[in-house]
C-alpha cells in the first residue's frame, strides 16, 4: 500500500506527535482551531506502512441530546477478523453547526480508542477527511491529534462534486470542490451505492483507496466502521 505524495501543507511538529486543544471554545474557535490544525495534515504515507489492525470509529447521539456514543473497533487486515471493540458514553459540549461535527464527536471517538489494548496502525472514520469546507474533517481532526495514519470513508457528500462512476467493485472518480481534489467516489460492491473516501493525516489518497477496499469484504462500508456503526446504534437504543 506504499506511495508518497508532497505534504498538504507545513507543519514545525512530527507528523507522528500527537497535538492537543481545549474542547471547552465557541463555535468560532472551534473554525479557527480547524484552519490552524488543517496546515499540519500530512498525504504522505510512512515508510514501511504496512496496516495490520484498522481501528473502525463511529459515534451517534442518543435521544435527548446530552450525549455522545462512540465506539471503536480494531479490525485484522490479514485475519479479516474482529480483534476488539469498545463502546464510551461521554456528555455533549457542544452545539451542532455544519462543519463542526468532529467538536461533537472527537472527545468520545477518542476516549473509546483510548480504551482499546490493541494500538491500530491506522483509524477508518465513519465520516470526512480533507472533504470537508476547511480541508479538516473528523479523520484529519483525529489523526493530527493522535498521530496515526487516518482516512475519512463516509457515506455522503459533504462539499464537492463528481462524476457518475462505473458500477464494478473498485470503480472510482474524483470528488472535487473549488477546483481541487479532496477524495474519491469509490465503490466497495458491485451495483451498490459508492462511498466517499479522503485522506485522514499521514496516507495519500491511493493508499487511503486501497485500505478502503481492502477492509470491505461484503458489505458496502468497510467491516471495522461497520461494526462500529452497528454498536453505536445498538448503544443508542439503550
Known amino acids: ?24 471554545v465557541s463555535p468560532r474557535d472551534a473554525a479557527a482551531i480547524q484552519r490552524q490544525l488543517a496546515r499540519r495534515v500530512e498525504a504522505r504515507v510512512p515508510a514501511g506502512f504496512e496496516p495490520k489492525v484498522v481501528a473502525g470509529l463511529d459515534a451517534a447521539f442518543p435521544k435527548g ?49 483510548a480504551e482499546l489494548e490493541t494500538p491500530p496502525d ?33 457515506k455522503s457528500v459533504l462539499v464537492g462534486e463528481h462524476p457518475e462512476v462505473a458500477v464494478a467493485r473498485g470503480s472510482k472518480g474524483p470528488l472535487e470542490h473549488r477546483g481541487e481534489r479532496i477524495g474519491t467516489v469509490l465503490r466497495t460492491r458491485d451495483r451498490v451505492r459508492p462511498v ?10 491511493e493508499c487511503a483507496e486501497q485500505l478502503v477496499l481492502a477492509c470491505a469484504i461484503g458489505f458496502r462500508l468497510p467491516e471495522p466502521i461497520r461494526r462500529a456503526d452497528r454498536l453505536v446504534s445498538q448503544a443508542r437504543k439503550l
Open 1 to 24: 500500500m506504499t506511495s508518497t505524495t508532497s505534504t498538504t501543507g507545513t507543519s514545525t511538529t512530527p507528523a507522528d506527535r500527537p497535538v492537543s486543544h481545549s474542547w471547552d
Open 65 to 113: 441530546g446530552t450525549e455522545c456514543v462512540a465506539a471503536a473497533v480494531a479490525w485484522s487486515v490479514r485475519e479479516r477478523r474482529v480483534v476488539e471493540e469498545r463502546v464510551v458514553r461521554r456528555p455533549l459540549k457542544f452545539p451542532y453547526v455544519p462543519g463542526l461535527l468532529s467538536f461533537r464527536e472527537a472527545p468520545a471517538v477518542l476516549a473509546a480508542l
Open 196 to 205: 466517499f473516501v479522503s485522506i485522514g493525516h499521514r496516507l495519500d489518497l
Open 122 to 154: 491506522a483509524l477508518l472514520c465513519d465520516g470526512h477527511g480533507l472533504a470537508h469546507p476547511r480541508r479538516f474533517g473528523l479523520a484529519c481532526h483525529l489523526g493530527v491529534l493522535t498521530g496515526i495514519p487516518a482516512i475519512g470513508c463516509a
